[in-house]
């Protein structure tokens, strides 16, 4: 898969189902059933240009960090899940969290 349909699947979790645990997942294989009593973010409500854009959508626009914008939305996406995980990470959080992601402009 190539991460451009990269959704965030979230479920309750805790003692009280009082607490989100968001991941990102790839739409396109993941059986329809399983989001069941899940609650699921796509790019469009992470941010948008009606409202305010997500901190990952703006460093994307004003660093040009997108070319054809085939993947911008799944980077997007497995950014703002690497973030719901660990709100500091690091360069090995990152790699992980993009691993599967495929540009079409640089491979």
């Not at 790699?95 to 992601?101: A, E, K, V």
Request: with cysteine; net charge neutral.
């Amino acid at each position: 898969s190539c991460g451009a349909c990269t959704v965030l699947q979230g479920r309750l979790t805790g003692p009280h189902l009082d607490q989100l645990e968001e991941i990102a997942i790839n739409a396109c294989t993941t059986p329809l059933i399983s989001l069941h009593g899940s609650h699921v973010t796509t790019v469009e409500g992470v941010g948008g240009t009606r409202d305010v854009l997500h901190p990952v959508q703006e460093r994307l626009y004003k660093c040009h960090g997108s070319q054809c914008g085939f993947c911008s939305p799944g980077m997007v996406m497995s950014m703002v899940g690497v973030l719901k995980r660990c709100p500091t990470p690091d360069i090995e959080d990152i790699t992980r969290g993009l691993q599967g992601n495929l540009c079409r402009c640089t491979g």
